[in-house]
C-alpha cells in the first residue's frame, strides 16, 4: 500500500505545495490510511462516517488523533472496503501506531503496582528513549520468565 497521502496524490499526478512533512505530520498513520482508502475507492468523508457509524466530526477527530480509533471500526472498515489480510494487518498496525491514550484500570492492583502505574504517568512526556528502552527490557524479562 501507499505510505502515505502525500504519496498516493503524487503518484497520481497531483502537485503537492508544501513539504511533505509539514503535511503529514498533521495526520495519523490511521488517518492516513483511511484517507487513501477512500480517495481509491472515490469516497468522501462522510461515505466513511456512514460506514464506521460516527458523525464526521468525531472521525475527524480519530482520524487527528483527537480520539482512539474505537475497536469495532476494523471488522466495518475491513468488510465495507474488502481488505486483504495484509491490509488488514496494515490497518491494525496504524490504528495501534495512532493511539493517543492508555487506560490502565488498577482494580485488582496493589499499592505497589498503583504506585507505579501513577510514576509512569506523571514521568512519560519527559521520558526519553534509553529509559524507555530499559523499561521494556524489564517487562519483557519479567513476560519471559511468567511464561
Same mark, same amino acid.
Given at each position: +500500500?501507499?505510505?502515505?497521502?502525500?504519496?498516493?496524490?503524487?503518484?497520481?499526478?497531483?502537485?503537492?505545495?508544501? =513539504?511533505?512533512?509539514?503535511?503529514? +505530520? /498533521?495526520? $495519523?498513520?490511521?488517518?492516513?490510511?483511511?484517507?487513501? *482508502?477512500?480517495? &481509491?475507492?472515490?469516497?468522501?468523508?462522510?461515505?466513511?462516517? &456512514?460506514?464506521?457509524?460516527?458523525?464526521?466530526?468525531? *472521525?475527524? /477527530?480519530?482520524?487527528?488523533?483527537?480520539?482512539?480509533?474505537? /475497536?469495532?471500526?476494523?471488522?466495518?472498515?475491513? $468488510?465495507?472496503?474488502?481488505? $486483504?489480510?495484509?491490509?488488514?494487518?496494515?490497518?491494525?498496525? #496504524?490504528?495501534?501506531?495512532?493511539? @493517543?491514550?492508555?487506560?490502565? @484500570?488498577?482494580?485488582? /492492583?496493589?499499592? =505497589? =503496582?498503583?504506585?507505579? #502505574? +501513577?510514576?509512569? #504517568?506523571?514521568?512519560?512526556?519527559?521520558?526519553?528513549?534509553? @529509559?524507555?528502552?530499559?523499561?521494556?527490557? *524489564?517487562?519483557? &524479562?519479567?513476560?519471559?520468565?511468567?511464561?
Amino acid at each position: +500500500m501507499v505510505n502515505s497521502v502525500v504519496d498516493f496524490l503524487v503518484i497520481f499526478g497531483y502537485s503537492v505545495s508544501a =513539504q511533505k512533512e509539514d503535511i503529514t +505530520m /498533521a495526520y $495519523t498513520k490511521f488517518g492516513e490510511f483511511v484517507r487513501v *482508502l477512500r480517495i &481509491k475507492n472515490h469516497e468522501v468523508m462522510g461515505d466513511m462516517a &456512514k460506514v464506521v457509524g460516527a458523525s464526521l466530526p468525531f *472521525l475527524s /477527530a480519530v482520524e487527528n488523533g483527537k480520539k482512539n480509533v474505537p /475497536a469495532e471500526w476494523v471488522e466495518k472498515i475491513v $468488510t465495507h472496503y474488502g481488505l $486483504t489480510v495484509a491490509e488488514k494487518q496494515e490497518l491494525e498496525s #496504524a490504528i495501534e501506531e495512532s493511539r @493517543t491514550q492508555y487506560k490502565i @484500570t488498577p482494580i485488582n /492492583a496493589g499499592i =505497589q =503496582q498503583r504506585r507505579a #502505574a +501513577m510514576q509512569f #504517568a506523571r514521568s512519560f512526556d519527559e521520558m526519553d528513549d534509553e @529509559t524507555a528502552t530499559k523499561i521494556l527490557e *524489564l517487562l519483557s &524479562k519479567k513476560e519471559e520468565h511468567s511464561n
